[in-house]
Structures are given as structure tokens and as C-alpha cells.
């Protein structure tokens, strides 16, 4: 039996299959990152919702695995020498869970860090430009009379998809033909800066054919489809 009584967060979430990886997320861009790897590798994994509108990021069990309190984050029952792993970071989750399974990340070293450099262009780019954007289109900062922290980024944004543009005109994904955890990071970000923020006219995404083809690819995936919507929002698994 594996025991995680000793992580305060199963109090507030109890796990009713301690055996599997315990994933503590919220459908966003960087929730969904984990569970789409998690649906892609077939790891058994149970699913809790973190909830914003109740603030239970900021509730001292969930703090006492990321004190970022920030989503998604994990326990594997079954970490490294048998023993239980805590971990948050999208970026970090997904290169654990690939070398876990052996899955979606180069077996040979310069084609390994190659997807890693991408995973990094999305965390220290992708993510945090298009976060604003949103932020300064769609959410309290579109009232701002100045318009030009929302230009700031939209430039910034248009420039990002160019560099993926050119890097998937001859490419099915990031790496070539072979789908990896770079995929997994970076095109839930791009759909929800289309989707979700509303921000597809602004951007120009029509200027950018290989990122849509990709990202037309990407959410056609089975797991992908099915990881898009875990954790439910309405508190189900």
C-alpha cells in the first residue's frame, strides 16, 4: 500500500488511489500540459481540481507542495528509488514524466536537449508574453486608457509565433516528425491565446499557417482532446 499521509495536501484532497501519480491541476494552459502527458503515456494518475475561485492555491496544503502556489503540481507514489516525489513546474513535470515513461523526449543526448531548449522557449516566452496579452485584451487590464503595455505584447506575441512559425515550415512538430514534450508545453498556450483570449485577430494568426497547422494537429490527438478537459471544473474526475 502506498502511503502519502505524510503530504498535508491529501488531507485537503484525499487520494482514493495512493498507487497512482497524484495530479493536482486546473484545466489552464499550464494545468493541461501535464494532463495531456499524462493521457499520452497511459501512466495511471488520479486527478484533483484546484480551485481559484475558492483560492485553494493559497490553502496551506496545497502550499506545502509548491509554496509558488501556483497549478499544476504532482506526487508519484512511485518516484525515484521507490519512493514518493513531489514535484511542481509544468516544464519540470513533463521531463520527469517522459524520462519516467520513456516517452516524447529524444533518447539520444543533443536531440534530448534540443526539446528541452523548447520546452524553455515556451516557459520563458510563450507562457509569460501570452499570459499578458491576455491579461492587457480580455481581463482587467483591457480598461487601461494607455495602450501600450497591451502593444508591448502583442509585438512581443506576433514575434513569438513567427519563430515558431519558421520553425515548423518544414516540420510536422518542433522536433521534426516526432511528437514530443515540446509540443505538449507550447500548443496549449497557442489555443488559448486563440480560444480563450480571444486574441487570434490581434496577433494575426492567419499570418502564421504552420503554427495553426500544428496546433490543428495537436488538438485532433485522442489524448490530447481528453486532457484538455482534466481536471473537471465541476470538481470530477
Same mark, same amino acid.
Given at each position: 500500500?502506498?502511503?502519502?499521509?505524510?503530504?498535508?495536501?491529501?488531507?485537503?484532497?484525499?487520494?482514493?488511489?495512493?498507487?497512482?501519480?497524484?495530479?493536482?491541476?486546473?484545466?489552464?494552459?499550464?494545468?493541461?500540459?501535464?494532463?495531456?502527458?499524462?493521457?499520452?503515456?497511459?501512466?495511471?494518475?488520479?486527478?484533483?481540481?484546484?480551485?481559484?475561485?475558492?483560492?485553494?492555491?493559497?490553502?496551506?496544503?496545497?502550499?506545502?507542495?509548491?509554496?509558488?502556489?501556483?497549478?499544476?503540481?504532482?506526487?508519484?507514489?512511485?518516484?525515484?528509488?521507490?519512493?514518493?516525489?513531489?514535484?511542481?513546474?509544468?516544464?519540470?513535470?513533463?521531463?520527469?514524466?517522459?524520462?519516467?515513461?520513456?516517452?516524447?523526449?529524444?533518447?539520444?543526448?543533443?536531440?534530448?536537449?534540443?526539446?528541452?531548449?523548447?520546452?524553455?522557449?515556451?516557459?520563458?516566452?510563450?507562457?509569460?508574453?501570452?499570459?499578458?496579452?491576455?491579461?492587457?485584451?480580455?481581463?482587467?487590464?483591457?480598461?487601461?486608457?494607455?495602450?501600450?503595455?497591451?502593444?508591448?505584447?502583442?509585438?512581443?506575441?506576433?514575434?513569438?509565433?513567427?519563430?515558431?512559425?519558421?520553425?515548423?515550415?518544414?516540420?510536422?512538430?518542433?522536433?521534426?516528425?516526432?511528437?514530443?514534450?515540446?509540443? @505538449? #508545453?507550447? &500548443? $496549449?498556450? !497557442?489555443?488559448?491565446?486563440?480560444?480563450?483570449?480571444? =486574441?487570434?485577430?490581434? /496577433?494575426? @494568426? #492567419?499570418? &502564421? $499557417?504552420? !503554427?495553426?497547422?500544428?496546433?490543428?494537429?495537436?488538438? =485532433?490527438?485522442?489524448? /490530447?482532446?481528453?486532457?484538455?478537459?482534466?481536471?473537471?471544473?465541476?470538481?470530477?474526475?
Amino acid at each position: 500500500m502506498n502511503d502519502l499521509s505524510t503530504f498535508p495536501i491529501t488531507k485537503k484532497w484525499p487520494a482514493r488511489h495512493p498507487e497512482r501519480i497524484q495530479l493536482y491541476s486546473l484545466p489552464t494552459p499550464n494545468g493541461v500540459k501535464v494532463s495531456i502527458m499524462l493521457e499520452e503515456t497511459a501512466l495511471a494518475y488520479e486527478p484533483h481540481l484546484v480551485r481559484f475561485d475558492h483560492n485553494d492555491q493559497l490553502s496551506p496544503e496545497f502550499m506545502s507542495l509548491n509554496p509558488n502556489n501556483k497549478i499544476p503540481a504532482i506526487i508519484d507514489p512511485n518516484g525515484p528509488d521507490g519512493k514518493p516525489l513531489a514535484l511542481f513546474e509544468s516544464g519540470a513535470i513533463l521531463i520527469y514524466l517522459a524520462e519516467k515513461s520513456g516517452q516524447f523526449l529524444p533518447p539520444d543526448a543533443a536531440g534530448r536537449y534540443e526539446t528541452i531548449q523548447w520546452v524553455m522557449f515556451q516557459m520563458g516566452g510563450i507562457g509569460p508574453m501570452f499570459g499578458q496579452l491576455g491579461f492587457f485584451h480580455k481581463f482587467a487590464g483591457k480598461d487601461y486608457d494607455d495602450k501600450r503595455p497591451r502593444d508591448r505584447y502583442v509585438a512581443e506575441s506576433k514575434r513569438l509565433l513567427g519563430v515558431l512559425n519558421e520553425r515548423l515550415e518544414k516540420r510536422t512538430w518542433i522536433m521534426g516528425d516526432t511528437y514530443t514534450i515540446a509540443d @505538449i #508545453a507550447i &500548443f $496549449p498556450w !497557442v489555443r488559448n491565446l486563440i480560444g480563450f483570449y480571444e =486574441a487570434g485577430n490581434l /496577433v494575426g @494568426i #492567419a499570418d &502564421f $499557417p504552420h !503554427v495553426t497547422r500544428a496546433l490543428e494537429g495537436f488538438v =485532433a490527438r485522442p489524448a /490530447v482532446a481528453k486532457g484538455l478537459e482534466i481536471p473537471n471544473r465541476d470538481g470530477a474526475a
